[in-house]
């Protein structure tokens, strides 16, 4: 399934990852608007109708702007799409953005998130289901301000456990699950292999946004 339509991505370079170590708040975010922007803005046009598709809803894409920071510079960048038009960081929703090291495409429910519970109570009803369904080399993340985290294969059913009830009951607890990929990787320059993994990531993480709502 794709319904993409042509909207001139053309993939990610050295010099995309390289804008996220500029120095200072000022350089590095001149750098992701001139450099990086563009294509996470042609990425969220790009793959909309897809995800449109595969969750049967509209899906807005939302491109980050930083506009809180005052001091320290961001130091990853991504488009999220969600079912709302406004915003994406109190839903469920998808992402692709960048780190310096890698690219990420993952599905996550942040902290400002309303359904964290919802999510967090089913997908304990459904953990079996899920850990066959993830594939083994998927990342999983407690926390999105960090590049790193726990591939599939090393999540244990406990630990997951314990991770879920921590969304349920604390506040500031958030997942994100998803593939990343190394900078080097040459499917970041070939942008028709980057949205067919794209694509298929989504698919594959389409079962954690169903057990969202």
């Known amino acids: ?11 990610f370079t050295d010099s995309d990852f390289d804008a996220m170590r500029v120095p200072g708040l000022e350089g590095r975010m001149e750098a992701i608007i001139r450099q990086v922007r563009p294509k996470l803005e042609r990425l969220g046009s790009e793959l909309a109708p897809y995800l449109a598709e595969l969750c ?9 702007k930083h506009a809180r920071r005052s001091v320290n510079p961001p130091n990853d960048t991504w488009v ?3 079912r709302h038009p406004r915003g994406y960081k109190a839903h469920p929703h998808f992402q692709i953005g960048l780190w310096s090291t890698h690219l990420f495409i993952q599905f996550a ?30 990342v999983w993340s407690k926390d999105h301000m960090l590049p790193d ?10 630990s997951m456990t314990e991770w879920l009830a921590r969304l349920r009951t604390v506040k500031a607890a958030e997942i994100t699950c998803g ?3 190394a900078r080097g990787d040459e499917r970041l320059r070939d942008p028709d292999s980057l949205l067919r993994t794209a694509e298929d990531t989504f698919r594959r993480l389409l079962p954690l946004y169903k057990l969202s709502f």
């Open 1 to 11: 399934m794709s319904t993409r339509i042509n909207a001139g991505f053309a993939g």
């Open 56 to 64: 049967a809803e509209p899906m807005y894409p939302h491109v980050a």
């Open 80 to 82: 999220a799409w969600s």
């Open 109 to 138: 429910i942040i902290y400002e998130s309303g359904n964290k519970t919802v999510f967090a109570e089913r997908a304990a009803d459904e953990l079996d289901s899920i850990r066959a369904a993830i594939p083994a080399s998927f």
């Open 149 to 158: 985290g726990v591939p599939h294969a090393e999540l244990s059913a406990e």
């Open 179 to 181: 593939l990343h990929i």
